[in-house]
């Protein structure tokens, strides 16, 4: 027993280091799980997917839901009674999105030490474009997969909320 527990304490430590090497989050030194970039779920684009990664120390994250309403230029460009906030932000279901305002920004993503990779959509109203204004985790780490292809809002949309609850998910 004590042997496969030193096999499976080197693996981590290899499997760390490795993905160490790779992470390209603000200084963020424990990575692990690193998988290959896929294809863009919404586009299609080659190569637009996400580097799926999960951090070590994180094992329960503390959500709150609520509706919301998320404006820009006068324009209703998603709404819903089944948003998850998450650090402050409205993340809105993907069925609640109006998506032909929105166009996907292939190669622009940043990166969250604990939700991973976030790509990065233009929303269009009329001949007005707000660029990069609305965020989603295709692929998030296992501790925001409640948010997985949830859209996000900055920049100057105006989110408003409706209602508050809290609920915890682990």
């Not at 586009?43 to 709150?64: D, L, Q």
């Amino acid at each position: 027993k004590l042997p496969v527990m030193k096999l499976v304490v080197l693996l981590l430590a290899f499997i760390v280091c490795v993905g160490a090497q790779n992470c390209k989050s603000y200084g963020e030194s424990q990575c692990i799980s690193l998988q290959p970039k896929t294809d863009c779920e919404w586009c299609g684009n080659p190569g637009a997917g996400c580097i799926n990664n999960a951090t070590i120390g994180r094992c329960t994250s503390t959500f709150s839901h609520g509706a919301a309403t998320a404006v820009w230029k006068g324009q209703v460009i998603a709404k819903s009674t089944e948003c998850i906030i998450v650090e402050g932000n409205y993340y809105f279901p993907p069925q609640s999105v109006e998506w032909k305002h929105f166009k996907f920004v292939p190669g622009y993503t940043t990166h969250c030490p604990w939700k991973g990779t976030a790509h990065y959509f233009n929303v269009t109203v009329g001949n007005d474009v707000n660029p990069q204004c609305a965020w989603s985790y295709l692929h998030p780490w296992w501790a925001a997969q409640a948010i997985a292809r949830y859209v996000a809002f900055w920049n100057g949309v105006i989110v408003t909320p409706t209602h508050r609850g809290a609920v915890s998910i682990q």
